[in-house]
């Protein structure tokens, strides 16, 4: 009996040891939150869509990546109002999301164990956690819940510890510090809801790589972020090939369409409605003789989009 008492003591035990939330969330929670998503993967469960995508969203308009994630039912995925580091700039990135909230001692002191055994530096602050955890391409987004004074999430110091892990930059719904030493930072970009001298206080980090909000988006970890001087728009990572594929067409289309109307071959009225068979014909016939070399896609990735029927006129 006490063998059997002692056994199930040990299953309670390694039951809820398992189940404990870290402060960031395990492979298994990422995969379920991404479970669509059937690439490559890192280590820590977050999709990794691959570098050559990114580059090629960089071309991609807020407005047709808008326009695509409604079509298909996402409604939720964009924020502008923002300030930018360099607004003349184009960021794409996969995300690492985290969380901040107001201070409270005995919720720190339990963030604080947590990040000890999951070894992380327990000596400095905690918002350095995320930073020592981006890889190459990725992107730090982190709610700070819209606060300015005392909300700031980095300086210089910090700022360049993500450059240096992620080549990327940053996007905060909070503030930073320091933005001279951070627009010293060749190559580095970000976007925040403000900036102050003050340093960051009676703020904590709580979640890293949980679901988090962005003003009016929900953001998942490994979601795909288009950030320019008009907005951000986070993208679940299984949608972002056929959306940058079916952005490129309807680029594609605009550049047909701007042509004829200057040809005066058909009205504006006929190009800004539906099309007919007959210039969807042309269309096609005009892409055609478009030069492999200028096109954002492979040609067979052109025709196959085409033929599948999916294609926006």
Known sequence: MNKKILLLAICLF???????????STPKYIKELTKD?????????????????????????????????????YHNQYEGEWEILHSDSVMTGRVVTVQYMPLRPDYKELVKQKGAKEKRDTIGGSNSWPIQMLKPGDVYVADGYNRIIDGTLIGSNLGNAIYTNSQNGYIFYGSV???????????????????????????MLTNIN?????GRAIVLPG?????????????PAHLADELVLSSEIVGLRDQF???????????????????????????RDWLKKYPDSKLPMTRKELNDYLNSGKARY
């Not at 949980?210 to 962005?214: A, E, F, G, L, Y």
Request: glycine letters at 10%; a neutral charge; hydrophobic letters at 35%.
């Open 210 to 214: 949980t679901p988090i909000r962005i």
């Open 223 to 235: 979601d795909v972020v288009l950030a320019n001087a008009h907005g951000t728009i986070f993208i």
């Open 37 to 73: 998503w059937q690439g490559e993967r890192f280590e820590d469960g977050r999709p990794k869509v691959s570098d050559a995508l990114l580059k090629r969203m960089k071309n991609i308009q807020i407005e047709e990546a808008w326009g695509y994630l409604r079509g298909k039912g």
């Open 177 to 203: 510090r320091d933005v001279a030493g951070l627009l010293d930072i060749e190559g580095f970009n970000g976007w925040h809801k403000g900036s102050d001298p003050s340093y960051l206080a009676e703020q």
């Open 14 to 24: 390694s039951f809820f040891q398992v189940k404990s939330q870290g402060v960031a």
């Open 257 to 283: 369409g701007f042509q004829r109307l200057r040809e005066k071959r058909y009205t504006a009225g006929q190009i800004d409605t539906k099309w007919t068979d007959e210039i969807k014909a042309d269309f």
